[in-house]
């Protein structure tokens, strides 16, 4: 894909090797999710810490941010059609909003349960009403100081604050290009100084309003809208993933040198670098199906087992160096099972995952 010259171009069509790539990118973005969240916990030795900080909190960072940007993508692919906003949100409503609600519910009782099982022998008092409404009011993420019940969806409540203002973000993009998405980093990088922040801040990444998710997502914007810039072209995946890792490793080494204030930036500026390496290691061809249409499924799915696996079966506190690794992939293996057995339904997958 070529760069566009003219503001007046609605996007750069997309070739199918492209489509391909994406499926294939998604679905190992959300594997590499699972991974982040086996350590969910904290660690029980040197080794399990040092698998996570290379695995977890290094190769598997550009996850999420990848979804941000390919979702930006794909909805500046509708640009040029009639009423694009009200028909991307009318979607999203469906296929985002809908499981959203019905995953937050199922896990605010999931984990309620489990509570209780664990802990029998304790005096459970029931709660007043302003207690319950509260919880249910955190539970569903609109308490926006805080993650959803599902702590993962707070990327989906992000996304639908970001898509619902589009209509802004265009017109500043149709106007200033790739300046929009320049001029909201120093404002990351003055945030993260004066707050002395960790990789992913909270307020910066997680919240609904993520800065960081802008980012990404204007970057998918522009790049269908007018084309990849020719520099990138000439970026490797070797040079790409060598410059990301050295740049993100940096970062973790200023948070654990007490200088925090450096690794949210490091974490920021690696990112790139780190989905362009992987984009270019991607095979364009398309991966088994039960795998690349599994991306939002188990997306929504391997929470549920990580907190079980965290509360009861295998906590990652565990001494032994293999608890990290094992329960990864138990986390994984759970989850593709699991989606592979609700999605036999149409039903269940047009209610629960979109129609995915």
Same mark, same amino acid.
């Given at each position: 894909?070529? +760069? ?17 790539? *994406? $499926? ?20 029980? /030795? ?47 409503? $469906? ?61 989906? $409540? ?48 997680? /919240? ?11 970057? !998918? ?42 690794? !949210? ?22 991966? +088994?199906?039960?795998?690349?249409? /599994? ?38 293996? *759970? ?11 149409? *039903? ?5 995952? !979109?129609?995915?």
């Amino acid at each position: 894909m070529s +760069p566009a010259t003219d503001a007046t171009v609605i996007s750069v069509p997309t070739d199918q090797s492209f489509s391909v790539k *994406a $499926r294939n990118m998604s679905a190992f973005a959300a594997v590499c999710v699972m991974i982040i969240h086996a350590g969910n916990g904290g660690m029980g /030795s040197f080794a399990a810490k040092m698998m996570h900080q290379f695995f977890g909190w290094g190769v598997c960072t550009f996850a999420v941010p990848w979804f941000f940007f390919a979702s930006g993508y794909f909805l500046g692919g509708h640009l040029g059609e009639p009423n694009w906003w009200s028909r991307a949100m009318s979607s999203r409503l $469906r296929t985002l909003v809908l499981p959203y609600a019905l995953w937050c519910g199922i896990f605010i009782l999931f984990s309620t349960t489990l509570g209780v099982l664990a802990s029998p022998h304790d005096d459970l008092a029931l709660p007043g009403l302003p207690a319950i409404v509260h919880a249910l009011f955190k539970g569903f993420g609109l308490d926006f100081s805080e993650h959803p019940s599902l702590v993962p969806f707070w990327y989906i $409540r992000a996304l639908m604050i970001i898509v619902l203002f589009s209509p802004v973000l265009v017109w500043a993009l149709r106007r200033w290009k790739w300046c929009v998405p320049a001029a909201m980093l120093p404002v990351y990088v003055y945030c993260c100084a004066v707050n002395n922040c960790h990789v992913m801040p909270w307020f910066l990444f997680y /919240s609904p309003f993520s800065l960081a998710g802008w980012i990404y997502f204007s970057m !998918g914007l522009l790049v269908r809208m007018y084309g990849c810039p020719k520099q990138v072209h000439r970026i490797g995946a070797k040079a790409a993933w060598a410059g990301a890792l050295a740049i993100i490793f940096a970062g973790r080494f200023a948070l654990y040198s007490k200088q925090p204030e450096f690794a !949210g930036v490091a974490w920021l500026a690696g990112i790139p670098l780190l989905m362009l390496g992987t984009w270019r290691l991607m095979p364009a061809v398309p991966l +088994p199906t039960w795998f690349t249409s /599994s991306a939002f499924p188990v997306y929504a799915l391997h929470y549920f087992v990580a907190y079980s696996l965290e509360h009861t079966i295998l906590p990652i506190a565990h001494p032994a160096w293999w608890a990290y690794p094992l329960r990864a992939a138990m986390i994984i293996v *759970a989850s593709f099972a699991l989606a592979h057995a609700l999605r036999k339904s149409p *039903a269940a997958a047009d209610l629960l995952f !979109g129609g995915r």
